[in-house]
Every structure is written in structure tokens, then in C-alpha cells.
């Protein structure tokens, strides 16, 4: 996978940032996730996986406004990169390869 | 903002992470879990709080930490390896002061070590029940026409009924009978067991494992029986599991009743002990009398949902008895109340209806003993390493000189004292693993040392921990203040303050022994009272025999029987051991009773009884062979005195439907043990259902011979039954095994206190002899005598050993006089208890400063003064 690499996790965390587009911070895209596959997230987790998909280059991030529930810090917004798209482009590529070279009978479980 | 209280993120947690958290990363992260909480804090404050904290700690991963300098954490490592290595060094260069030191923290840790097994082992009694928190238990006062109120825990079963039928708050309840035993037959197999009848409710409340058989049927049944692990080896051999189900056990030679279930045995830790469970419902069914409002019969547990339901219930049921039993002139004042079941192990002593402690009180001095223990063990450290602190500093000197701050120097002090804490430890788990059997031995249990349990390893760090920071504190913050040219010099004086301090530690040491000295006195003092008080009966060379089966019905010619035995010289029947005795009723008029309740214990027994027990008339006369004595009643002082006769003998008493008339009165005799005060009896000769239970021979002679012979009569007349006796006297001193259990215990850990403080003596006096050589030399020049100088070395010390004496006084007055006021019958506390104390902790301390002493008044003087 070269340059593309990475995990399951990651891949949901950059998933979701693109859903959220605009407004995909900490806590959106912790709830996010939560929401829709129903598994819990931590923060220090998804803290971990938003840096290191920022180090490989797939997402940026920029800062928001201060908010008084936030204790007055910033927000810190996430954006998808191209060579992030790049990336779930990549997975989902060599996902349907991997689908498509699968032969029909293997998923048939009729006389197994 | 709006003006409501703003809750703000815990503030520990927040520093953490302000702390560790990357500072790229610290604003947005704080931001989003002060978001989270304040979203959270809306539902619940303190989950709130607690996720925060929790995020925070998941936080602290590999990814978020920041990068800490790395020059720092090699300068760190480096002292620390610098400081081990001076450890080291100095340990060994003084070889006498490390194995003072590391003897007397050894000592110390590994017997505390012992004593907190105990005590985890009494705490965690009865608390492995899953439900044990909801479980609780009534009990039963009975308020006696005295004033006094006698507490007990067999219910009247009605009372039960009630609750299950009428009170929502209880789900589960349980009946348990007390302690019975049974004659178990199958085929020609017999043997005797101990067990209870429960309902089947027991079985779900509480968690004892059901190995075989069906947990929610088992007690349902009328002939089901559960019985234990241990008791279906006994009976159907090792391959029991595949058979014993669906087996008939004759009980008592009347009932046939199926096992239903095999039982896990009740383990140490459990104190419902049975090796058999019958079920309720026949037993009930047997025995009418249980119906009976006026009766107490089964213990009663049950289950609520919550601590306030168990409330509520307790005030329902308080005077249930009272209200059900108000046309019935003859039922007691009994009023019922709860207390959880988990607690009744430890908190099981009533004192006037009231709660008084229990096993408590002994958990409570144990564990005052061991943390006594390790403080003198940590003291002993804290003065060797200040006294000896001249040694070391030019240490001290030339590190402050190289950029060493004083918190680095006693970070130094700290480690090295943790440092010999944790070697220390690891000796003491070695010797507490060595030392375990025969301390089980001594009290009765089995502890073991479980290194699988997380628990212990906790424990041990905590201890290594406590122990080091606690004995490292005072050198930790003395020796950095050194001046750092007189230390250079090495010429510091020791403050006054750090002398005054050194000779406090002292005496707080001293003080304690004398304490633990002066209570191990009393202890015995009073074990000793108890096993030469005169009982009001004559307990040696009595044996006591059970009379099994038919046997009880046939006394009059077993006693003959055995009476033809040349050394047996006297022989009665009773219904039970006179010195242990709990049989009683609340039914008993006399000539002029009043309105008040008395509860009078009944004992029954032939008319051969006062005589052959040795007991002592005070007025009128002892049932005699001969006369018709069935209606004639012998009453103690006790009851004379309730019943309020000037002139008892003559007087009309009646009880159980028996009218009759006062005999005699016979002196008082301890039927209970030395907490209780002595109950009213009346005995009577009034022939007993089924017989007498219990004989008893008085024997002069060959005790062995006679023995011999006893068994075999009781063999030839009852060939099916074990023979089983047990000598009174024998018998009574193992009714006090708990006490002497805690005095031996006592013995050793009060012995075990001064011998660590004089270790720390020890080395003290080494110190001071080492620092007067020249001053001991000058003198003995000047023509001192060896004698004039052991009194010089040795009178400083012996005057701070006078101090801790007078200081422990009051306090070991006040200890030991509570734990005597929980006799009712007790020693008194005189001078010579504080005498005996005093000039033994007195002696031990000056020996051991004197053989240090003598050794250095006895050096040559120019030995000594050479080097000048």
C-alpha cells in the first residue's frame, strides 16, 4: 500500500471528517462515529488517529473560534487532504479488487 | 453566560494534562473534553467528573505525550544509580548499623505482616455471599423483669410469616435453625452430624455452591435433604458424585429422607457452619410449637432492595410480638429488630439490646498492634540514620558544593530509606511464609499468602512504601539543612532540637512497649481469674458423658452401672452441662409476682444432682433419694433475690404446667461464661421427656482407669452410639481459647515491640559510647571506675525509659479497663500490673544499653585517646 497505508480506525476517523465536512472537530466526529456505527470513542483514541493522519499528510487542520462551553479554548478543525481522498481512494480500489477476484462459488455455503 | 452556577472540569485531572499533553495539541483537546463535560454535567455532575477524569487518563498514551528532555531523564538516572551505589556502600561499610536496622524493620514488617492477615481473614467473615449487602437478620429482645434485656437471635416463626405476607420490602427469606445433630443411617452405616434446617429460600440467598442436584428445588420438598461435600464422602465413599442423589438417609431412626443436593462444606470463611440442611416445612410440620407467637425458633434472614427498606422493615417489625401477643398474660415483653447479616460476625455482642461490639474489639487492638508495631519499627530506623548523620556529612557537604538542592539530598535520604523498606519486605515475606503454619496453628485459621491476588501485591508495595517514606521523613528533612562548611568541616553539631526530637522518638517507643507490655499483664491477669474463679460447682475430676438414643431414659441404671466402678464416687443426670447452660422460660409464677417479665433458666436433673456436682446449699435442703422430689423445686440466689422472698423455702412456684413448692436455694454457679452476669435457675427433678441428655461422674482415683471402665458400660448399654465425654475442667478452659489465643498473641507481639525498640537502643548507645570514647578515656584516666561509667552512659537513657513509663500509665489504665468492663466478672486493675510492666520494659532497656556501655568503659583509656 506504500505511501496509502492505513488502518481501520484511521480510515472511519478520515470517513467521517469528510461526512462532517466543514464543521469536523473533536467532539463532532467522536459523536459522529458513535452515531452511526455505534461504538464508543475515546477521545485520547481519536485524538491519537486525527494526529497521526494529519503526520501522514491526509488531513490539515486549522483553528475555530473560542467558545464559552469549551472553556474559552479553540476548536480545531479537520479537513480532508487530497492525497487523503487519495488514500480512501486507494482502499476502496484494492477493496473491489479483492471483491471482485473472489469466484462466485466461494460465498455459496449451499452444500458446505 | 447565564447567571447559574457554572461547574467547572476537576482541576487535578486538568493539570495532569495540561502537564504531560503535547502542546500542539493541549488547546483543542482541552476544548473538546470541557465540551464533553459540560455536555455530560447537564445529566450528571459527578459522572461528569468522573469521565473527565477518566478521558484525561486515556488521554495519556504514546501519541499525546509531549516529549520530555531527554538530558533531564539522563541525569536522573544517573544520580539514582549514584544514589543506590552510596546506599551500597555505606551498608556495607557499617555492617553492625544496616543489620540493626534492616533486623528491626524485618521484625517489625513481617509480624504486622501477620497480624493484618488476621485481621483481613476476621473482616472478610460471611462477606462472600454475592447478595451479602441486602441480607439482613432479626434478632430478639427479651426484656427481662430486672431491667435487663438478653438478645438473642431464634425467632418466633409467625413473625416470619408476617413479613412474607404482608411486607413488600422483602424478596427472599430465609429460616435456619440452629446447630442440631442427627443420627444419620444408611444401611449399617451410622454416624452423627451436625447440620440445620433451612427452607428453601436459604439456598437462593445465600452463595454457598451446589455441587450436585437442583439449587432451586432442593429444600422444597418435605423428605429432601442437602448435604455437604465432606458428609456424602463420608457416607457413600470417594466415587460419591455418580451415586447420591436420589439416596434415603435415616435421620434420628424416624424420618427417611432423599438427598436432593450436595452442598460445597461452609469454608473458614463462613460462620454458618452445617454438614447437613433438612428441610423447614417438615420440621415445622413436626413440631407445633414453632406456630407459637411466644416461641422463638428459627434464625430469620432476609433480603431487601436497599438499606432504607431494611429500615423501614426494622420499624415494622419492631413490636409485632407485642401486638400479637397482648391477650396471652403470660408471653414476655419481646420487642425484634435487624441487623445486616454480614455484620453480625464482628458486631455480635448485646449489651442491654444494644449492639457492644464482638470480635470487633480484638480486630480493633490487633490492628492497632501492628501499626504500633510498624511505627517503632520506622522510629528505630528514623533515630539510627539521624545519630549516625555526622557520618555522613562531608557527603552531604560535598554535594551541596557540586549544585546538589536540598530536595535532591533528601529525595537521596527518601529513596535509600524506601530502598531498605523494600529489602526489608521481601526478608519479612520470606519469614511470614515460613513462620504461617505455626502461626495458623496458634490462631486457629488458615491463612495463607496469596500471591495471585492482586490484593497482596498492593499490599506489599503499600507497605514497602509507607515504611520507607515514613521511617525516610525525619533524615529526609533534617540532614539537608546542614550547614555546608561546618559539614565540610565535619563539625556539625546536632541541633538541640534534633537531640530533644531523637530522645522523644525514644520515648514514644518505650512507651508503646510498656503499653502492649502493660496489656499482655492484664490479659493474663484476667485469663488467669477466670480459670481459678470458683465456679460455685467443683469442675475437676468430672467427666461429662452424652447420653445417646435410649440411654438418657435408662440413667438410673447406667449411673448405678458405672457408680459399681471403685473410682467413681458420685453420678448424676441433667439436662445439659450446668456450666454452660441456656435453657430457660418466661411462664415461671411465684407466690407475689408482679407485673414484670423474668426470664428463668430451668435446669432438670436427678435427685443426686447438688451433692455430686459439689455445689453448696444456702438454705433449706438438696433433693434427696428417698423423698418424692418431683414438685420440689431448688431455686439459686439469683432467683431468690428476683422473686423477692425473705423466706423462699416452702413457697409456691410454678412453670410448664408444673406446680410445686422451694426446697432450698443453692449458692450461685456460673452456668454462662465470665461476660455474663449469673442468670436465675430454678432445678427441678421433674422427671424429663425422653431423658436425661448428659450424666456426669465425679471420679477419684486412676482418672484413666475409670475411664476406661465408663466407656465400656456405656458401650455394652448403647453398642450403637459413639461414646463421647469430655472432662468439665479441660472443657471449660477451651470455652476461653479465643482469649488465650489473643493473650499468646498478645505475649508475642508485645515481646516482639521491645525487642525492635531495643534494637534501635542498641544501636543509639553504640552511637553516644562511639562519640564519648575520648570523654570515657579522659575519665578513666582520671581514676572513673568501669562501674561509674556504665551509670554515666547508662542514666541518660534509663531516664527516658522512666518517661515513657509514666506517659503509658494513664493510657494503659484506660485501654485495658474497657476491655475488662466487657467482663462481668473481672480482675481488678492494681499497681503492681503497672509495676510489673514498668520494670520489665525498665530492665530489658537498661540491660541493653549497659552491654554496649560496658564494652566501652572497658577499653583501654590509651586505645581510645591515641589518636590525640
Request: net charge negative; aromatic share 10%.
Amino acid at each position: 500500500m506504500g505511501k496509502y497505508s492505513i488502518g481501520e480506525f484511521e480510515e472511519v476517523v478520515l470517513l467521517t471528517v469528510a461526512i462532517l465536512y466543514e464543521n469536523a472537530y473533536g467532539i463532532s466526529i467522536k459523536e459522529e462515529i458513535e452515531n452511526r456505527l455505534k461504538r464508543k470513542v475515546s477521545v485520547g483514541a481519536m485524538r491519537t488517529a486525527l494526529n497521526r493522519l494529519e503526520k501522514k499528510g491526509f488531513l490539515n487542520s486549522e483553528f475555530g473560534e473560542a467558545t464559552a462551553v469549551r472553556g474559552g479554548k479553540r476548536k480545531r478543525f479537520f479537513k480532508v487532504t487530497p492525497l487523503g481522498k487519495d488514500a480512501l481512494d486507494k482502499v476502496m480500489e484494492t477493496r473491489k479488487q479483492l471483491w471482485d477476484a473472489i469466484p462466485s462459488i466461494a460465498f455459496d455455503f449451499k452444500f458446505a | 453566560m447565564t447567571g447559574s452556577v457554572k461547574i467547572s472540569p476537576p482541576k487535578l485531572p486538568l493539570k495532569f494534562l495540561k502537564w504531560f499533553c503535547n502542546p500542539d495539541m493541549v488547546e483543542d483537546v482541552e476544548g473538546d473534553i470541557s465540551e464533553l463535560f459540560s455536555k455530560r454535567s447537564k445529566q450528571n455532575k459527578l459522572k461528569a467528573k468522573l469521565f473527565f477524569t477518566l478521558d484525561v487518563l486515556l488521554l495519556f498514551r504514546p501519541g499525546m505525550i509531549r516529549e520530555f528532555e531527554p538530558i533531564n531523564k539522563l541525569i536522573n538516572f544517573a544520580m539514582i544509580k549514584n544514589y543506590l551505589k552510596i546506599t551500597l556502600r555505606n551498608a556495607l561499610r557499617y555492617k553492625g548499623f544496616t543489620v540493626l536496622n534492616l533486623l528491626g524493620l524485618i521484625v517489625g514488617i513481617a509480624s504486622s505482616m501477620l497480624i493484618l492477615l488476621w485481621v483481613n481473614d476476621e473482616v472478610k467473615m460471611d462477606k462472600f455471599h454475592e447478595q451479602g449487602d441486602n441480607i439482613y437478620q432479626l434478632f430478639r429482645n427479651v426484656h427481662q423483669g430486672n431491667g435487663m434485656i438478653s438478645t438473642n437471635r431464634a425467632i418466633p416463626k409467625p413473625a416470619a410469616d408476617l413479613m412474607v405476607e404482608e411486607y413488600p420490602e422483602v424478596n427472599d427469606l430465609a429460616l435456619l435453625s440452629w446447630e442440631m445433630e442427627v443420627l444419620m443411617e444408611i444401611g449399617d452405616n451410622a454416624t452423627k452430624e451436625e447440620g440445620r434446617i433451612a427452607n428453601q429460600d436459604f439456598l437462593n440467598m445465600f452463595s454457598f455452591e451446589v455441587l450436585l442436584g437442583d439449587k432451586n428445588t432442593a429444600l422444597t420438598e418435605m423428605n429432601g435433604v442437602v448435604i455437604t461435600n465432606t458428609l456424602a464422602e463420608k457416607l457413600f465413599g470417594t466415587d460419591w458424585r455418580d451415586s447420591v442423589i436420589g439416596q434415603n438417609i435415616r435421620i434420628d431412626g424416624e424420618y427417611d429422607l432423599i438427598v436432593s443436593a450436595v452442598i460445597e462444606e461452609p469454608g473458614s470463611n463462613s460462620s454458618l457452619k452445617f454438614q447437613w440442611l433438612g428441610p423447614a416445612e417438615l420440621f415445622i410440620s413436626a413440631n407445633d410449637w414453632v406456630n407459637n407467637w411466644g416461641n422463638g425458633s428459627f434464625g430469620v434472614y432476609f433480603t431487601v432492595d436497599s438499606e432504607e427498606d431494611a429500615k423501614t422493615v426494622g420499624e415494622r417489625i419492631k413490636n409485632v410480638i407485642l401486638d400479637n401477643t397482648k391477650d396471652n398474660d403470660m408471653a414476655g415483653h419481646e420487642t425484634l429488630f435487624v441487623q445486616k447479616f454480614a455484620d453480625y460476625y464482628l458486631y455480635g455482642n448485646f449489651d442491654n439490646g444494644v449492639i457492644s461490639g464482638g470480635r470487633i474489639d480484638y480486630v480493633r487492638i490487633m490492628l492497632v498492634v501492628a501499626i504500633l508495631i510498624l511505627v517503632v519499627a520506622s522510629v528505630n530506623f528514623m533515630n539510627l540514620a539521624t545519630a549516625r548523620s555526622g557520618r555522613r556529612s562531608k557527603e552531604i557537604g560535598i554535594r551541596k558544593v557540586m549544585g546538589a538542592q536540598r530536595s535532591a539530598i533528601s529525595g537521596q535520604f527518601f529513596l535509600e530509606a524506601i530502598l531498605y523498606s523494600f529489602i526489608s519486605v521481601l526478608f519479612s515475606v520470606i519469614i511470614v511464609l515460613l513462620v504461617l503454619p505455626y502461626f495458623n496453628m496458634l490462631v486457629g485459621k488458615t491463612l495463607i499468602l496469596d500471591f495471585s491476588l492482586l490484593q497482596t501485591w498492593y499490599f506489599l508495595l503499600g507497605v514497602s512504601l509507607t515504611v520507607g517514606l515514613l521511617s525516610g521523613s525525619y533524615p529526609a528533612l533534617l540532614l539537608p539543612t546542614f550547614n555546608i562548611i561546618l559539614s565540610l568541616k565535619g563539625a556539625v553539631k546536632q541541633s538541640r532540637t534534633s537531640t530533644f526530637f531523637r530522645k522523644g522518638l525514644v520515648v514514644f517507643q518505650f512507651g508503646i512497649s510498656t503499653l502492649l507490655i502493660i496489656g499482655t499483664v492484664v490479659i493474663h491477669k484476667q485469663l488467669s481469674y477466670v480459670m481459678n474463679k470458683d465456679l460455685g460447682l467443683e469442675k475437676d475430676n468430672l467427666v461429662l458423658v452424652r447420653m445417646d438414643g435410649d440411654l438418657g431414659a435408662r440413667s438410673e441404671t447406667y449411673k448405678n452401672e458405672v457408680l459399681n466402678i471403685p473410682e467413681v464416687i458420685a453420678a448424676t443426670a441433667a439436662s445439659g452441662n450446668p456450666i454452660s447452660y441456656g435453657r430457660s422460660t418466661s411462664s415461671a409464677t411465684w407466690e407475689g409476682k408482679g407485673e414484670a417479665e423474668h426470664e428463668i433458666n430451668i435446669l432438670l436433673a436427678d435427685n443426686d444432682f447438688i451433692t455430686a456436682m459439689g455445689m453448696e446449699m444456702v438454705q433449706g435442703r438438696a433433693f434427696q433419694q428417698g423423698f418424692a422430689d418431683s414438685t420440689n423445686f431448688i431455686i439459686n440466689e439469683v432467683a431468690a433475690d428476683i422473686m423477692g422472698f425473705d423466706e423462699p423455702i416452702g413457697k409456691d412456684l410454678s412453670f410448664w404446667g408444673i406446680d410445686g413448692k422451694i426446697v432450698g436455694v443453692v449458692k450461685n454457679f456460673h452456668m454462662r461464661d465470665m461476660y455474663e452476669p449469673i442468670a436465675p435457675l430454678i432445678i427441678t427433678s421433674f422427671p424429663i421427656r425422653g431423658g436425661y441428655p448428659v450424666a456426669l461422674f465425679r471420679v477419684k482415683g486412676d482418672m484413666n482407669n475409670a475411664l476406661v471402665e465408663i466407656e465400656r458400660i456405656t458401650k455394652e448399654m448403647n453398642p450403637v452410639f459413639d461414646f463421647e465425654y469430655e472432662f468439665m475442667d479441660q472443657a471449660y478452659a477451651e470455652s476461653y481459647q479465643n482469649e488465650k489465643t489473643v493473650s499468646i498473641q498478645a505475649n508475642i507481639f508485645s515481646g516482639i515491640a521491645i525487642l525492635i525498640s531495643c534494637l534501635g537502643l542498641l544501636g543509639l548507645s553504640t552511637y553516644t559510647a562511639e562519640q564519648r570514647s575520648r570523654e570515657i578515656g579522659v575519665r578513666k584516666v582520671h581514676g572513673a571506675s568501669v562501674n561509674q561509667i556504665l551509670v554515666l552512659l547508662t542514666k541518660d537513657y534509663s531516664i527516658l525509659m522512666l518517661i515513657a513509663f509514666v506517659v503509658a500509665i494513664p493510657f494503659g489504665y484506660y485501654f485495658t479497663q474497657q476491655w475488662l468492663n466487657d467482663f462481668e466478672f473481672r480482675t481488678t486493675l492494681d499497681p503492681s500490673v503497672f509495676i510489673i510492666a514498668g520494670i520489665l520494659t525498665f530492665l530489658v532497656g537498661v540491660l541493653t544499653v549497659s552491654a554496649k556501655s560496658y564494652h566501652a568503659a572497658t577499653v583501654n583509656p590509651t586505645d581510645s585517646l591515641k589518636d590525640e
